[in-house]
């Protein structure tokens, strides 16, 4: 059975940091794409970052490039989202999830497979 629980959200002023995790199990990372999807208060779900051992894949979403990183420690099965120069627009509820084929080509092929619950964050202005 697929499972994807995250960790790490919370309160952050303008400007700060936070780093997600997401601890997955029943697929190995060469089996799936890795991603983070967020939906901010009254908007669409948005996929903001992506990650593919088979396709050797990496995606940003322009709102996020340069300022968060994905990345994998396949040991551990948990995937980490440095969040950077977190401003208000970062505001909203942040999930990870897993899909095959779902990050190949530099893009997000949107919507996932698998999903978490999702973890708040909110940024303080």
């Known amino acids: 059975e697929v499972q994807l629980v995250e960790s790490g959200g919370g309160l952050v002023q303008a400007g700060g940091s936070l780093r997600l995790a997401c601890t997955y199990s029943g697929f190995s990372f060469q089996d799936l794409a890795l991603g983070w999807v967020r939906q901010g208060p009254g908007e669409e779900r948005e996929g903001i970052s992506c990650i593919s051992w088979l396709w050797s894949a990496e995606f940003y979403a322009d709102s996020v490039k340069g300022r968060f990183t994905l990345t994998v420690d396949e040991k551990k099965k948990t995937m980490f989202l440095q969040m950077n120069n977190l401003s208000p627009e970062d505001t909203g509820r942040y999930f990870c999830?897993?899909?095959?084929?779902?990050?190949?080509?530099?893009?997000?092929?949107?919507?996932?497979?698998?999903w978490g619950k999702g973890t708040q964050i909110t940024v303080l202005g």
């Open positions: 999830a897993a899909g095959e084929n779902r990050c190949r080509g530099d893009r997000f092929y949107y919507p996932m497979d698998y």
